[in-house]
């Protein structure tokens, strides 16, 4: 099971962008970053996923480092809405078929 | 289709009972997902399904666990002689069997044992 490591917590103002860092640093070459999100008394919700390019979609952009042992999901305008706990996944392509979720990080959203 | 469902919501036992829960599944999804979370932590995988064949089975996943889904579609998850330290959210999630499926997670069991 490879281990990320994110931050607990962290706080952003409301319409700020924010960027959830998370380290990977015994990724192998087959495994995909994935990022899912859990509101509040709901099940996880997929975010964003990424091999080594960066990667945008309508709800965030993930940037992955060159030598890919970190990478940082980036909300571009964070509303009241994204207060959730966001967790960085790492799975291998070829034998991943179940996600190992860590404790995340619980972001808050600041008025 | 609205998404994956699970039944009941909530469900609150005495030690020493079984429960049994239901998720169903996206209906075009052939894969299922179980997994439990205790407060303060992140989803724990239990197991999965490829159609109705179970794949593979978390260590979590004690002798009084077991996890069907008969005819690929729908799933249940029992839990015999429950203990307190059973008491989780249960999660369900589905997915299609491509490379990189996004799962989609249903609202989730709360089980409270007594």
């Known amino acids: 099971d490879a281990k990320t490591t994110q931050p607990n917590s962290m706080e952003s103002n409301e319409e700020e962008p924010v960027h959830l860092p998370c380290n990977h640093s015994?990724?192998?070459?087959?495994?995909?970053i994935h990022w899912y999100r859990q509101l509040p008394s709901q099940g996880p919700e997929y975010v964003i996923h990424g091999l080594t390019s960066n990667v945008n979609n309508r709800m965030a952009s993930l940037a992955i480092a060159e030598d890919r042992k970190s990478s940082t999901l980036i909300l571009h305008r964070a509303t009241l809405r994204d207060a959730a706990v966001y967790y960085c996944?790492?799975?291998?392509?070829?034998?991943?078929?179940?996600?190992?979720f860590g404790t995340g990080t619980s972001l808050t959203v600041i008025p | 289709d609205t998404g994956v469902s699970q039944d009941p919501r909530h469900k609150i036992t005495k030690r020493g009972q079984n429960v049994t829960f239901r998720c169903d599944p996206i209906s075009e999804h052939n894969r299922l997902y179980w997994y439990r979370q205790t407060l303060g932590q992140g989803p724990e995988f239990l197991t999965y399904f490829q159609n109705e064949a179970q794949l593979e089975k978390s260590r979590l996943l004690s002798d009084r666990f077991s996890a069907e889904r008969p005819k690929g579609s729908f799933s249940t998850l029992e839990i015999q002689r429950t203990e307190q330290g059973d008491s989780a959210m249960y999660l369900c999630?589905?997915?299609?069997?491509?490379?990189?499926?996004?799962?989609?997670f249903g609202p989730g069991t709360r089980l409270t044992v007594l």
């Open positions: 999630a589905s997915s299609l069997s491509l490379p990189n499926n996004e799962q989609f």
């Open positions: 996944i790492l799975r291998d392509q070829n034998t991943g078929n179940q996600f190992y």
């Open positions: 015994t990724i192998s070459g087959t495994d995909y």
